[in-house]
């Protein structure tokens, strides 16, 4: 089958539509694999199922919203190369990070996490992304924020994976509230 030769990895993963843990079986790091693996298995226990979106990359839906975004290997922030798994959160969360954190994010080593967690440009979500300027997440002011994916955090180590799944239950529950 000569053709098969032409087809890019997007075409044969958009007709494989491979699972992110078959995917994140490449990651060369065990540990971000093991932490990964343990993260997935926190969102199935949710009933949250990542469905692929392109190329190593799975979007996480609830209620039709995005609770989150998952890459693996090929990362969307600045210095992106191969080196393990990704999630990323979309503008969407904006009113959970401005105006509504106090309900859902109550926990500080949690905020610290998030703050620590914030996405500046430059980053490759598109190429010329300006950042959305002066937004105050959580009550703490910050210039130049990536308006695309304000919320971005790459293998997270052990001990810090618990906040990354507090973080998505926060995120989860805001998506419950949230009123059109
Ligand atoms: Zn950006």
């Known amino acids: 089958m000569p053709e098969l ?21 490449e990651i060369k ?9 343990k993260f997935f298995d926190f969102l199935k226990d949710n009933k949250l199922t990542p469905r692929w979106q392109s190329v190593n990359k799975w979007s996480v839906n609830y209620k039709s919203k995005l609770i989150c975004h ?10 992106a190369h191969d080196d ?18 106090d309900k859902y994010i109550i926990n500080d ?3 610290e996490f998030i ?6 440009p430059p980053c490759s979500c598109k190429p010329d992304c300006k ?19 304000p919320i971005s955090f790459k293998n997270p ?17 805001f998506i419950t509230d949230f009123k059109h």
């Open 5 to 25: 030769n032409h087809k890019t990895l997007w075409q044969i993963q958009k007709e494989l539509k491979p699972k992110a843990e078959v995917i994140a079986n």
């Open 29 to 37: 790091n065990r540990d971000d694999y093991n932490n990964f693996m």
């Open 70 to 79: 998952i890459s693996i290997n090929l990362l969307m922030g600045s210095g």
């Open 84 to 101: 393990g798994w990704r999630v990323s959160n979309n503008g969407f969360i904006k009113g959970l990070l401005v105006n509504e954190y």
């Open 109 to 111: 080593k949690l905020k």
């Open 115 to 120: 703050w620590d967690n914030i996405k500046f």
């Open 131 to 149: 950042g959305m300027q002066d937004i105050a997440i959580m009550g703490r002011q910050f210039g130049n924020v990536c308006r695309c994916w």
């Open 157 to 173: 180590s052990e001990d810090r994976l618990a906040y990354s799944k507090d973080w998505i239950i926060a995120v989860k529950n």
